[in-house]
């Protein structure tokens, strides 16, 4: 799963959000917002809603005390903005209003005066860096609206998926999700699980068959692939499942595609639609891939009631071990934006400096933790005690290993390559994909973590060259613009 872009946040870093009184920026007096030397745009200027931006509404069941708004640009980047951001977006997104009606609109809206300069201020200083707005005359409006969407800084995502390229482009998707979207009925999903109980119980009582099934994939190499394949259509089917819960949800999912996340080719769905849904609506997305993998199972264990091929029940326990890997709250994972979900919190790598640091009871909660509610601060610790662990601690041990599983992985790349180009030039085709294969899945660890290491190091460095005080929660910056 993979929801498009990260999420920026435009207004709440700023003066607006930072009143007191629960921060809402309504109640910013607007000679703040809008100091008398700011100048307002010239006669005829205005500001047009970018094109392709989407306003999605308020992230309902957030874990912030005030639940923030939610934009999205037209390259799927999705932008957190304040509630009074989003009301002068709305008012700016009905081009036939001036500058000056969307002042008069929002004064009566918000019960305080708010000038032209101070929509201008907002326009310039909050929407215009982050590409919501596009500044122009009237007259030039609909040629501004031609122009493709403003370029705005991208932050650097450390572990994003890179080199995305669609498979199902957003119209397929949407008929196939639309399609889908009853498996999620409650009655359908207690007969699956109640299925897959059932099927699980059966499976383990085959100890028998599934021998014979580890037998038959040593011996023949077609079997091999034909797992392979059957491993790769449950990828699919996994983001199909994710894009089916959010059609079921009320949201249009977007693209289906494949990405290198590292170095690991996976499967992504964009649902980032899915953070306009209801809390409970969004779980089920989080959820949607793992369920759709039971279906998975329990079609392959039916083709093994039909064919009896016991290389079928090892290829339904590796859908499973695939799927419940899936289900750890680590990097990207489902698992995470579970736990990001139940938070209510997009970006919970982000705050884990500030929720450890709002733990020293002696000294204040940084911003960015103190915004947060008790709960969704309290679901962070949680996370932070059981994933950070297991990624500190999978880490330690592979790099620990690597010197001993080094050489003997480079000898085992080795031999598995020289079988694949004999067995090629002896016409076993089957074989030598097999064993190609296998040269691919050992060097993938080892390339993937070194890679890792080498882009944390970089970070690392950067992050030390500006000063340590970002790492634990210090004043916020640009820095805010957070991945989900
Ligand atoms: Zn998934």
Known sequence: MSRAGDVSR??????????????????????????????????????LVAPGVELLGEYSGSGFKENPYLVRRADGRMVQVSRLLYH???LLADDTRSTQAVALAASWNWGRRLGVADVDFLARSKLLPVGLVLEGSADRAGELLQQGPPAAAA???LFALRHKVTLLGRKRVRFLAWLLSPWFTPAMVVAVLGCLGFGEAWLFGQGHALYLGVHDLLANPVLVLATFAILVASG????????????????DPGAIGIGLYLVWPVFFSDVTSSYALSRRSRVRVDLGGVYFNCLGVLATLGAYQAWHAPFLLIAALVQEAAA??????????????LVADLAGVPDLYARIGPVLASLRFWSPAPRRAAELCVRARAIIVAWVAVAVPIMLGGLGIFVASLPRVAPETATSVGGHAELAYHAMLAGHPALSAVSALDVVVLMLPIAGVSLGLARTGRLAGRLALRGAGS?????????AQVPT
């Open 10 to 47: 435009a207004g709440l870093d700023g003066r607006l959000g930072g009143q007191a009184g629960g921060g809402d920026p309504a109640s910013a007096p607007c000679g703040e917002c809008a100091p008398a030397e700011r100048a307002a745009p010239g006669a005829g200027g205005r500001w």
């Open 88 to 90: 002068v977006l709305v």
């Open 155 to 157: 932050p650097g995502v």
């Open 236 to 251: 699919g089917l996994h983001e199909l499942g994710h894009a089916a819960a959010c059609r079921y949800g009320g949201a």
């Open 324 to 337: 419940l890997q899936q289900l750890m709250p680590v990097l990207r994972l489902d698992g995470y934006y």
């Open 471 to 479: 790492l634990v929660g210090g004043p916020s910056r640009r820095s």
